[in-house]
């Protein structure tokens, strides 16, 4: 089980950018399922955008275009970049990884089911 600590969350205005980042340790960023949820007060965790070991990408519909999910091996980072960000991505945004090593050209799942570590979380408010 790894540890993953979320930062980079904020207020933003309608129309701009954000990246969060998501610090990992103790398992390797780039030989699982990486994914990036977004939980709205009241509701189910959503995931929004996943990384493979092979860097297959894997988006929900709402943010697909807009939103970019990256890693940086070295850093054993994971990144989520925003643009173009409106009322409807207000949330609490979770990082995740996958229990185990797995390599498929194949995307990840959205499930949360499938993730094993959590990070806190880090919220992201959108202002007009």
């Known amino acids: 089980v790894g540890q993953l600590v979320e930062s980079g969350g904020g207020s933003v205005q309608t129309g701009g950018s954000l990246r969060i980042s998501c610090r990992v340790s103790?398992?390797?960023?780039?030989?699982?399922?990486m994914a990036w949820f977004r939980q709205y007060p009241g509701r189910e965790r959503e995931g929004i955008a996943t990384l493979g070991a092979s860097g297959t990408t894997n988006y929900s519909d709402s943010v697909k275009a807009r939103f970019t999910i990256s890693r940086n091996d070295a850093q054993n980072e994971l990144y989520l970049q925003m643009e173009n960000l409106d009322d409807e991505d207000t949330g609490m945004y979770y990082c995740?990884?996958?229990?185990?090593?797995?390599?498929?050209?194949?995307?990840?799942?959205?499930?949360?089911?499938?993730?094993?570590?959590w990070g806190q979380g880090t919220q992201i408010t959108v202002v007009s």
């Open positions: 103790g398992i390797s960023v780039g030989d699982r399922c």
């Open positions: 995740a990884a996958a229990s185990r090593p797995f390599y498929s050209v194949h995307p990840c799942v959205r499930l949360s089911t499938a993730y094993l570590s």
